[in-house]
């Protein structure tokens, strides 16, 4: 396309901008307007991908990072030829795959859920370094960013995991409009401002006319050709561009225009044109081969090792016997023991430092491109991630994340290091697995299961050594859960995961002794729960004690009540949790303080017993 076509080009998807949004009654369309040119230029000129095969290895990999102007994408797939007209009206209507905010689920051409502004390019650094290190292919990503979104720390974050990486094949298209939600952003249209930051983390900047298509072009061209850096390409716009009734003026983001015929007229009409999209170059992924063989490691009867080494030597293993696994760890790997992994496998182990938002978002690009990302830090530092991993469940992500050092049981480092939240975390997030090993072998074997699961997963692993209780060649299936002890005259249920299941065995050994039967569960599979061995013990039992080294909310307790949400009677009930702010102490000190040790359990089980047993 020459010049004249290039700005044709940008006015017509101007133009689908301002109809689908007033199709629709909603959407943001002035925020579209901003970036038409800068799409069109890209699509016409630089953006290398078939769309007849989303998956082509050479393909270009686009992000919207600014996922509100998701109508400014959906106007480019109609130029392109990849949705036709009356689909591109069904914007935000029910069952169309044209939603607010583009998501994965519903469209091949997109990369990966946008919305939550901040994660498109930190997900783009992880797609550029799997093409960098992994993929080789010699495909480009391109990331559109909004101004605003510039605030978010995720950022930079992204921007200088990128810089340290040198990631040449990432470029970043800045389109600093001026205004956002309510009013002016921090800089304005100060380009130098964000060109410098960019700077800082070692990429090469170029700050244009984001309206002039052939300055955008030769920056394009700049970019492709820039080595050894990222690409930070600053564009100043006008929100609204074309429209003199909304061009550059507040108060309008989020809304359809006044007047959209008439805005559609001064825009010069609606048109049909169609832009002819490079091809990608011809490219073979070279897919990674499967052993066949798992060979995991294996742990004696009554010996003692942490659930956090099993999980390291069995992730080891399970990359020597899938090519296709991926290591990322938070600067933490010699306590997570991902760093057995990265012994064995430095090619495929991905250091991302303390900056867990980035951690996940790079987990979240590598398995856009296929491959099967184990993602570790501290359980508590997880949270800092969450956003990521809930946006990471919109795109329907497969990522594997584990959280080392959970619960009080750590000791003496005290409240800042214990996660006690985390189940609850995962609990809530949509179709994850939750899964909370007690001892070596049982984590092991989890570990495997998990590299073959959909959506999001999460291992919990704890710090301190175990008994090792389950024989290597034991199966836990997800949904699953193991009875320890039972016999026809138990006359309450203790279920516990993880380091209680030790401190519940014990329990019931102490109870054993005073005549008092108790059932033992191993809750492993927190989500999926086994509702059926649940609803037994209640049946046989009638009384149930849960344990967790957790928070009350949303942990096992919870978890355990979700068997009895059918309408049936619901047991006697004791939930045994971390209730009170822990300290520094010792592991068994700390259970002891939070009431969830073996003597706190068989305090609880005494007195339940008697109370069940009042008239």
Not at 405 to 423: K, N, R, T
Not at 523 to 552: F, M, N, Q, W
Request: include cysteine; proline fraction near 5%.
């Amino acid at each position: 396309m020459n010049t004249r076509q290039l700005i044709d080009l940008a006015q017509q998807l101007r133009v689908d901008s301002v109809r689908a949004s007033a199709a629709a009654g909603s959407g943001h369309p002035t925020s579209s307007m901003s970036a038409a040119d800068l799409m069109a230029v890209l699509m016409a000129r630089h953006l290398r991908y078939d769309f007849e095969r989303p998956h082509h290895p050479g393909n270009d990999r686009f992000v919207l990072s600014k996922g509100h102007a998701s109508p400014l994408l959906y106007a480019a797939y109609k130029a392109a030829g990849a949705i036709n007209e009356t689909e591109l009206l069904t914007f935000r209507k029910l069952g169309s795959r044209l939603e607010g905010h583009p998501t994965p689920q519903r469209l091949p051409w997109v990369e990966t859920a946008t919305g939550s502004l901040g994660q498109g390019l930190p997900v783009g650094v992880g797609i550029a370094l799997a093409g960098k290190r992994l993929d080789h292919t010699g495909y480009r990503v391109w990331v559109l960013c909004g101004d605003s979104e510039l605030a978010e720390g995720s950022i930079w974050e992204a921007a200088e995991h990128a810089g340290y990486e040198h990631l040449d094949n990432l470029i970043t298209i800045i389109d600093v409009n001026r205004l956002g939600q309510r009013g002016p952003t921090r800089h304005g249209h100060d380009l130098d401002a964000y060109a410098r930051r960019f700077q800082a983390f070692g990429w090469h900047t170029v700050e244009i006319d984001g309206h002039d298509v052939d300055a955008i072009d030769r920056a394009y061209a700049e970019a492709e050709s820039t080595a050894g850096q990222p690409t930070a390409i600053i564009a100043r716009t006008l929100k609204g561009k074309g429209v003199a009734s909304v061009q550059d003026r507040e108060g309008l983001h989020g809304k359809p225009l006044p007047d959209a015929d008439e805005a559609i007229a001064e825009l010069g009409g609606v048109h049909d044109r169609r832009v002819e999209v490079p091809s990608p170059p011809a490219a073979r992924m070279l897919h990674a081969v499967r052993s066949g063989h798992l060979d995991l490691p294996r742990y004696e009867l009554g010996d003692k090792a942490a659930t956090r080494d099993a999980y390291g030597q069995a992730l080891a293993a399970l990359g020597t016997a899938r090519g296709d696994i991926v290591v990322l760890d938070g600067e933490v790997s010699d306590s997570t023991r991902a760093e057995f992994f990265a012994k064995e496998h430095p090619d495929r182990f991905f250091e991302c430092y303390i900056a867990e938002q980035q951690l996940v978002a790079t987990a979240v690009g590598m398995a856009a491109r296929g491959w099967v990302p184990y993602a570790s830090t501290f359980a508590a530092f997880l949270t800092r991630a969450y956003d990521f991993v809930r946006m990471a469940a919109i795109s329907g992500s497969g990522i594997n994340l584990v959280g080392s050092h959970a619960g009080v049981s750590i000791g003496q480092d005290g409240p800042s290091q214990m996660g006690l939240e985390d189940l609850a975390m995962f609990r809530a997030m949509h179709g994850a697995t939750v899964l909370y090993p007690c001892d070596a072998n049982q984590t092991a074997k989890l570990v495997g299961t998990m590299a073959g699961l959909e959506g999001i997963r999460y291992l919990r692993t704890s710090r301190g050594d175990t008994p090792v209780i389950y024989s290597p060649t034991e199966e836990f299936p997800v949904g699953g859960s193991k009875v320890l002890r039972a016999s026809g005259k138990d006359r309450l249920t203790l279920v516990a995961a993880g380091v209680t299941v030790h401190e519940a065995l014990a329990a019931a050994e102490s109870l054993d002794r005073e005549g008092i039967r108790a059932r033992v569960i191993d809750l492993y599979s927190v989500k999926p729960v086994d509702r059926t061995t649940l609803r037994e013990a209640a049946e046989d039992t009638g009384c149930l004690i849960t344990v967790e080294d957790h928070r009350e909310e949303g942990g096992i307790g919870d978890a355990v009540l979700d068997a009895f949400l059918d309408g049936r009677p619901v047991p006697r009930l004791v939930r045994l949790a971390v209730r009170t702010m822990p300290g520094s102490a010792t592991p068994a000190e700390q259970l002891h303080a939070a009431g969830i040790d073996a003597e706190s359990i068989a305090a609880a089980a005494r007195l339940l017993v008697e109370m069940a047993i009042v008239p």
